[in-house]
């Protein structure tokens, strides 16, 4: 995944989740401040309750199909340390998602207008 057209980002496609999480870590190195003025959110990730930061970042890019100005989430994601966040409903519901777990594809394409 692209993150604001600057870095290439490992992400794990979740579609229970409503928001997109993005790691403390990258959101930081990508220049993402979180003030007094950010909402914070509560949601449940694998039966835990946590909270996040609510930021809107310009864009995301999973191979030639974008997204813009897309609310996510900033969380610790230290206990996954093999990717840099979650792709949640908020990104995936721009797109007709096909998900084979048995080949390991996510296949995304355009909706329909």
Do not use: C
């Not at 980002?9 to 579609?15: A, F, H, I, N, P």
């Amino acid at each position: 995944v692209m993150v604001n057209q600057k870095v290439q980002v490992r992400m794990q496609v979740e579609k229970e989740l409503e928001y997109t999480i993005l790691s403390d870590r990258l959101t930081q190195s990508l220049g993402i401040r979180i003030t007094a003025r950010t909402s914070e959110v509560r949601f449940n990730i694998y039966g835990q309750v946590e909270s996040a930061a609510l930021v809107t970042i310009h864009s995301l890019k999973v191979g030639e199909l974008e997204a813009r100005n897309i609310p996510i989430l900033i969380g610790d994601l230290s206990r996954y340390p093999n990717i840099d966040g979650f792709l949640g409903n908020n990104f995936l519901k721009h797109f007709n998602v096909e998900i084979n777990h048995e080949d390991r594809l996510f296949i995304l394409t355009k909706l329909r207008s």
